[in-house]
């Protein structure tokens, strides 16, 4: 990688004129004097507008699972819109998309598609309260859905310091922003995650309130702490008892985990899912379904829409990552890259005596400097992040970029080498040299 920043920081103070904090999303922000300003990508690699490389294991927060501009999704996609890019009509390339989905995820009859994680989730919750009636959502501490007033409650990025958070048996929902409607606060449930006595509790006082749990099977914004098995299927059997709908979030983890993403690798089935991301290698298209009768309310009394939904080009893009998850080994290889930094970190963490714990799967994992594995976002809290956070600062400085915040997981595709990975442990091992040397 090249010296300096002189050309991001000069691109940066362009953007901050015109782009509150020079950037279009709060979480690409890293500081004025420290907000990488990107001129391209391709394959595993990402460079700055400095000419600087770095392997990318941020993906664009997950969505590039077979590598940055990869030729036979990008042709497909200028092939398609050579036809045109929206039309207000369904097209036959969306059905074959949608057949496609419905083939891959276990649990999904019907979708439809929408532009975003963030509409795919708002979109499910819709559906899930006219469904079942009722208003109130149950979330879990430090789980994100997306952008919008209803879900922005508790997530990571809350100002969610133990003090602030309530006991962990009656939570206090931390609004995430300002300019979140006060009487949202109602509408949402938030718990700590995997208790499956708390969720039980609440759900024997508040039940007959409850449209739907909607949860990250692996929270893909808090270290990619996972679901536990009974939680999950505890969650499968009180939606079941008490006619509440279980929305799987499956934003990051759908086309990633497995084929069919969490529902098939944790074998339990949700009643929703929402896919965003993987599916469709970094083009904005997104898809939200489950079962036949739930979502054959919608246009029975019950909104969906958009003028992008189904756009050509996030279509195309679909149809061809799809394709390619579905009919190569791809995902073996974007896991076994996964496995090979676990088995270099855990080498150098163990020869440095830093005790240390995986959480996730090896396609989206988290790392945490903690004694027991973390099961919920207060767990996380109480791990040393903060030294962790200084290794992945150096290692961002090194070359390497994974997001130096862990509460990202360190994202693979199916691009990266087993020669970047070597590379990038080297890094690794002198990043937790700078970091001990510094707190010696
Ligand atoms: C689990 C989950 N759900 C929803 C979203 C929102 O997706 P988007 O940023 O596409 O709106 C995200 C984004 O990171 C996510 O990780």
Partial sequence: MSEGRKQSQALFERAARVLPRGVSSN?????????????????GYIWDVDGSRYYDYRLGFGPVILGHALPAVDEHVREASRDGVVYAFTTEREVRVAEKIVEMCPGVDMVRFANSGSEAT?????VARAYTGRDKIIKFEGHYHGMYDYVLWSTASSTMEIETMGNRRSPVPVSSSSGIPRALHDLVITL????????????????????????EPMMGNVGSIEAEPEFLQAVRRLCDE?????????VKTGF?????????????????????KSIGNGYPIAAFGGKREIMDIIGDGVAHGGTYCANNVGIAAAEKTLEILSGTDALEQVAERGRQLQKGI???????????????????????????CP???????????????AIL??????????????????????????????DTLNLFEQSVDAVLANQH
């Avoid at 700590?192 to 949860?215: C, G, H, Q, S």
Wanted: proline letters at 5%.
């Fill in 375 to 389: 099961r919920e976002y207060r767990d996380y809290l109480a791990s040393d992040y903060q030294t962790y956070n």
């Fill in 346 to 372: 855990s080498d150098i963490l163990e020869a440095h005596s830093i005790p240390f714990v995986f959480t996730g799967h090896p396609s989206m994992f988290g790392v945490h400097f903690a004694e027991q």
């Fill in 256 to 276: 990633r985990v497995a084929q069919g993403g969490a529902q098939e690798l944790l074998g339990v089935l949700p009643d929703l899912a929402t896919y965003a």
């Fill in 27 to 43: 979480f690409r922000y890293w500081g004025d004097g420290a907000t990488p300003m990107v001129a391209r990508a391709e394959g």
């Fill in 192 to 215: 700590p995650f995997n208790d499956v006595e708390i969720l039980e509790d609440t759900l024997k006082r508040t039940w007959f309130d409850v449209a739907a749990i909607i949860m």
């Fill in 242 to 250: 008490y006619g509440v709908v279980f929305i799987m979030d499956e």
């Fill in 393 to 422: 600062e150096e290692l961002v400085v090194r070359g390497a970029m994974p997001d130096p915040d862990s509460r990202e997981p360190w994202f693979f595709c199916a691009a990266h080498t087993e020669a970047d990975i070597d």
């Fill in 122 to 126: 708002m979109h499910a919750l819709r």
